[in-house]
């Protein structure tokens, strides 16, 4: 079993570092390879990057900086590929800005070890009042809690949160979306492949983690990718109708 942990970082100089040190020396048991993507940064993520990669022999690491900015999405798109190209058989998503927690990489890895899920979310909304305590902007939370709402009612699934950037994923799963590399670039990623995922039958598990929101700028900008992610379940709606849920399904008979 070949595990990546699959690193977006884009202007995390501060942070970057930081956030390295905490990904597990061993992942459900394994030796992860550790794929850091800078995204064409103007600060000096990349080299700092590279600096921790020598200090750590004991990883796989090898990181890229990107000669021009794909987005939040074709960064993951250029790592997923990256994994794949390197036989990973489980593809870690981490944030350089350190927003979530890569020392809980075991719990995310789990199910999809244990054969049990295909996908699995990271989910701030599971555990009661954990996100205001973590500091997520009330409106955040307001409008993660009703556009997830409305997205579990237009694709019949039943996830807590649609938000999260802390997932794992069975590599196999993510090559077997057809337009993999047609979805889009920006920060809508999350909530289209989500989408393609339960399109395809396949299983999202989810596992609580903790809220942090830290002096860091969020670079996400919330009315546009909300109505970007809106626009993408009513397309799902409109050609598939509510199927799918987070323990799998079966395609809608029109599909």
Sequence with gaps: MQIAVTVVAYEAADTIEGVLDRIPTTIGGHVPSVLISDDASSDHT?????????????????????????????NQKALYQWAHDRGADVALLVHGDGQYPPEMADQLV??????????VHGSRMILPGGAKRGRMPID??????????????????????WFSGFRAYRVDRLMAIPDLHGLPDGFDFDTAITLRLLENGDRIAEVAIPTHYGDEISR???????????????????R?????????GTPHPDR
């Design 46 to 74: 990349a080299e700092l990057a590279e600096k921790w990669a020598a200090r750590n022999p004991h990883f796989d690491v090898e990181v890229t900086h990107q000669p021009v900015n794909l987005g939040y999405g074709g």
């Design 110 to 119: 789990a199910p999809l070890l244990a054969e049990q899920a295909d996908a």
């Design 140 to 161: 955040r939370r307001i409008g993660n809690r009703v556009l997830s709402r409305t997205f579990n009612v237009l694709s019949g699934s039943e996830l807590s949160e």
């Design 220 to 238: 996400v900008p919330l009315l546009r990718t909300g109505l970007a992610g809106l626009a993408h379940a009513v397309e799902h709606w409109r």
């Design 240 to 248: 598939y109708g509510r199927h799918g849920s987070p323990t799998g």
